[in-house]
Structures are given as C-alpha cells and as structure tokens.
C-alpha cells in the first residue's frame, strides 16, 4: 500500500512569491491534516480535513495560508504572499475512519520550505 | 489545554546500550492518547506505540518498552540493546479526548529528543 506522498520534497523561493504544497492521502483515508515543523520542533496541526470540508482551521493563518481539498481526496497548502518565517517542514498526514476505534495518523516525508 | 514537554533535547548512547526517553504531559481531560513517533533523517514521522488512558499496563513490543504513570503524567520510551539505526529524533506526542465517530483529533507533540547511537 502506498504511503502519503507530497510534493515538492523541497522548495526555495524569495520572500513575497506565492508557493503551493500538494499531498495525496493514502488511499480510503477520510481525514487529512495539514502540519507545520519548525526546526528543532514538534509538528503542530494547521489544518485539518474531514473528507472535503474543514473542520479545524484555528490554527491556519487565514491571512496568507489557505487549503483546500476539493474532492476529498488529496489536498493544496498555499502560501500568498511567503515570508521569510514560514521557512518550515510542511507535513500532511492522514488516517482513516474506523468506528469505535482511535485511528493513528500515517505522516508524508514532508514539503522543507526555504525563503530567501 | 494540551502540553507535552520532553526535556531531553539529546542523547547519545554507545550501540547495545539501552536508553529511555523521558516525556512529560499535561492534559484536563481524563480521556486522552498517547504515542511515539519516530522521525529519521528522512524526515517521514513514523509510528511506534500508542497509549490510551485507562490502560497503564506496561508493556514490552520487541525492543521497544514504556512506561506509563497517570500519577506522574509521564510516559517513557526505552529502546533496550540500541542499534545504529535507532539514531532519529524521537517525539511523544498527546491526543485528547474520546473517540469522535472514529477520527482521530489533533495530536499535540513534544519538541522531540535527538538520539544517536554511537558504533
């Protein structure tokens, strides 16, 4: 079974240009959630989907930060306008929904993020 | 509100050696989960072990222990007889609350422990 891809693996850009992150959940997983990690940090949730529609957003700054996950399926991260503080890991992961059951999260290898 | 503290930043140890990592967590509600993630360079977080909180049973899984003690809140992680590719940073992390329709809920992470293991 394939794992939660991502793409890019990596990316730089100058501070002020836009940059969009893709993911694609494993296969059947309902809930696909959006983290970012700081160096030398822990993840920490940003977004969080439940098929297509997004049920926790708190944590998401709306004023440049947006999401989506029109089908459901997998998902776009965007940045508009990057600074130079959004230098991060951009991590998705996914779990699946199971009734009854606690349902761990499976983690993509990450988008690393520079902003010159 | 959730916290997870792991105030070993890092360790390293000589290869066979057994080593535990320290977490500490901080939580109000009485239902809660928690996990291990392992994070290699690669930098993919990977599953290790997870907790609910009305089971302190410790228990052993290959190499991998912990311990569990809701009167301390910790959670501690021994890699026993440690090997070279043991080396990644290692996270503890919370969820609280009870199952919701079967999705999981935010996790809240610790700032991880490095680990290297040493030939």
């Known amino acids: 079974e394939a794992g939660v891809v991502q793409s890019p693996r990596y990316k730089i850009i100058e501070k002020k240009q836009p940059v969009a992150f893709w993911c694609n959940p494993i296969?059947?997983?309902?809930?696909l959630y959006w983290y970012l990690q700081n160096l030398g940090q822990g993840p920490e949730l940003l977004i969080r989907y439940e098929n297509e529609e997004a049920v926790d957003d708190s944590q998401l700054p709306k004023d440049r930060f947006s999401a989506e996950r029109l089908k459901g399926v997998d998902s776009t991260l965007k940045i508009q306008p990057a600074e130079l503080g959004d230098s991060a890991v951009y991590l998705c992961?996914?779990?699946?929904?199971?009734?009854?059951?606690?349902?761990?999260?499976?983690f993509g290898p990450g988008t690393r993020l520079t902003v010159l | 509100a959730q916290k997870v503290t792991q105030a070993q930043t890092e360790i390293s140890v000589v290869e066979k050696e057994d080593v535990t990592l320290d977490c500490v967590y901080e939580?109000?509600?009485?239902?809660?989960?928690l996990f291990w993630y392992k994070q290699p360079p690669s930098g993919e977080l990977v599953f290790l072990i997870r907790r609910n909180s009305f089971d302190e049973q410790n228990e052993i899984s290959g190499r991998y222990s912990w311990n569990f003690q809701k009167s301390t809140s910790s959670f501690n992680f021994t890699i026993t007889a440690s090997q070279v590719v043991d080396s990644a940073v290692y996270f503890c992390?919370?969820?609280?609350?009870?199952?919701?329709?079967?999705?999981?809920?935010?996790?809240?992470f610790g700032s991880g422990t490095q680990l290297t293991v040493l030939p």
């Open positions: 939580t109000r509600d009485t239902t809660y989960y």
């Open positions: 992390a919370l969820s609280e609350g009870g199952v919701s329709s079967g999705s999981a809920r935010q996790l809240t």
């Open positions: 296969s059947g997983h309902n809930t």
């Open positions: 992961a996914s779990s699946p929904k199971r009734e009854g059951l606690y349902n761990e999260q499976f």
